[in-house]
Structure formats: C-alpha cells, structure tokens
C-alpha cells in the first residue's frame, strides 16, 4: 500500500513543475553571455538597444558581454553590434531573439498551457539571443568572432553562405 506522504509529495512536486515553463527550468531565464574577439584585436565595439536605442556597452576587444533576453512580454531583445578600428572598414550585425527549443518543445512535457503563456514569456527564459553570420562574423556556440573578409583562410572561404 503506497503512503499517503508518498502520494502527497507527488503530488506536491507535480504542482512545483506545472507552476514553471520549462525553459526557465533548464536554462538562464534573463541574460546570456557572449565571448566577442575580432581579427585585428583591439577594435572598438558597441552593442546598442535598438528598441531603446540606447548603448549597452563600448569596449575594445576581446571582451565577455552579457546580455538581457526579454524586452517584454513575449518580446526578445535585438542589438546592433558595430566594430570600427581605425584603417579598416566599419562592421555591424544584429543579434536577435529566437525562441528557444526548450520553450517550444519542453513546455508539452513539463510546463503546459502555463509555460507557454505566462512563466516563460515573462521570464525571458523563451528567447535564445542568435547573432547574424555574414562574411565577417562568425558564430561557434556562444563566441562571435568577427574577421576581414581579406583575413579568412581558403577553408573559412568556402563555409561563407550569401546572405543577399
């Protein structure tokens, strides 16, 4: 015969996920981090709000920025990145929210109705922030690496997609 505790603190830990979205449960809900280096190194970066049109952050590089995700409910954030060093060409990408596979997915599992529509979404926990690629910025995992098209190997060349 199970216990009536048992069946208690079953129920309880039921109440606890249904309570979450699953996207705030496996992951940072508000910021996420980017390693930002560039080739030349040194060049000056802002990262600019660009619903608030506001700076986030100047500095040179290579620099570690953490971001907010959410600029409100079910709104992601958009930054425009620009890098300019003297002697070289100005360079800018945006990097822009993108929902998250936890948020789309784990919510059939754990959060419901309740992760989709309102833990999620006010927590920011449903935006990934995805930088663009272009022949200059490259992306591996959470590292934007930015290069003059003059500076890439003949391998780098060949992984470039046109983007227009």
Not at 4 to 11: A, D, E, Q, R
Not at 100 to 122: M, S
Request: aromatic share 8%.
């Amino acid at each position: 015969m199970v216990s009536k505790n048992l069946i208690k603190g079953s129920l309880i830990g039921l109440c606890v996920l249904s309570l979450s979205g699953c996207a705030s449960i496996m992951e940072n809900s508000q910021a996420q981090k980017f390693d930002i280096v560039s080739d030349p190194s040194v060049a000056k970066i802002t990262v600019k709000d660009i619903k608030s049109n506001k700076i986030v952050i100047e500095n040179k590089t290579p620099f570690q920025i953490v971001l907010d995700k959410k600029a409100g409910y079910f709104q992601g954030k958009t930054y425009l990145v620009t890098l300019s060093k003297d002697g070289y060409k100005d360079i800018s990408f945006n990097i822009k929210p993108t929902p998250n596979g936890w948020y789309l997915a784990g919510n059939l599992i754990f959060g419901g109705p309740l992760g989709w529509l309102i833990v999620d979404p006010l927590t920011g926990a449903m935006w990934n922030l995805t930088p663009e690629q272009n022949e200059n910025v490259m992306v591996d995992k959470q590292i934007i690496t930015i290069k003059l098209l003059s500076d890439l190997t003949d391998d780098e060349k060949l992984k470039l997609k046109k983007i227009n």
